[in-house]
């Protein structure tokens, strides 16, 4: 078993579709070991997304990311990171698969509803900027 981390976006919390997208993540063989809903202060987006520093893009993604209320997810499965890169589809919701969550509730390529870890170190770093050890819960109980 893997875990990864995604996070529910401002512009999917805004459209009331957090409750949709956690069903389409259960329904893929998802199973949620931890969740909360927090606003993101410009502090945590930046350092979250601190690759990213310097691109043209990272400005507007930190005002995005701090526009709304998230919720960061982890999530877990047999090769749950590369699982859920499939199941939320290309970055860019018009490059995205059919059936995909971005396909399915992304509008653009900034405000795409959800984040997913890239890497199992990406998600290993990404799991504990949201959640202390203690918070993670055997799905299976
Ligand atoms: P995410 O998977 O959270 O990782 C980085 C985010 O930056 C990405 O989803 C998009 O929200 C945003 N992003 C990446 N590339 C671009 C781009 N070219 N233009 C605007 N936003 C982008």
């Keep these: 078993m ?8 401002p512009d999917a919390m805004g459209a009331g579709k957090a409750g949709k997208i956690l069903a389409h993540l259960e329904t893929s063989g998802f199973r949620v070991c931890a969740l909360r809903m927090m606003r993101l202060t ?5 350092a979250f997304y ?8 990272y400005e507007s993604l930190v005002r ?8 960061p997810v982890v999530l877990e499965a047999e ?4 699982r859920l890169r499939e199941v939320i589809g290309a970055t860019d919701p018009a ?3 059919e059936g995909t969550i971005r396909k399915l509730y992304a509008g653009s390529k900034e405000r795409n509803a959800i984040h997913a870890s890239d ?3 990406a998600a290993a770093e990404e799991v504990s900027f949201f959640f202390p050890q203690e918070a993670l819960v055997d799905p299976e109980g």
């Design 2 to 9: 893997e875990r990864t981390l995604a996070i529910i976006k």
């Design 42 to 46: 410009e502090a945590q987006a930046g």
């Design 50 to 57: 601190a690759v990213h520093r310097g691109r043209p893009f």
């Design 64 to 71: 995005f990311m701090t526009s709304g209320p998230v919720i």
């Design 79 to 82: 090769n749950a990171v590369a």
């Design 95 to 97: 490059e995205a698969a």
């Design 119 to 121: 890497s199992p170190k």
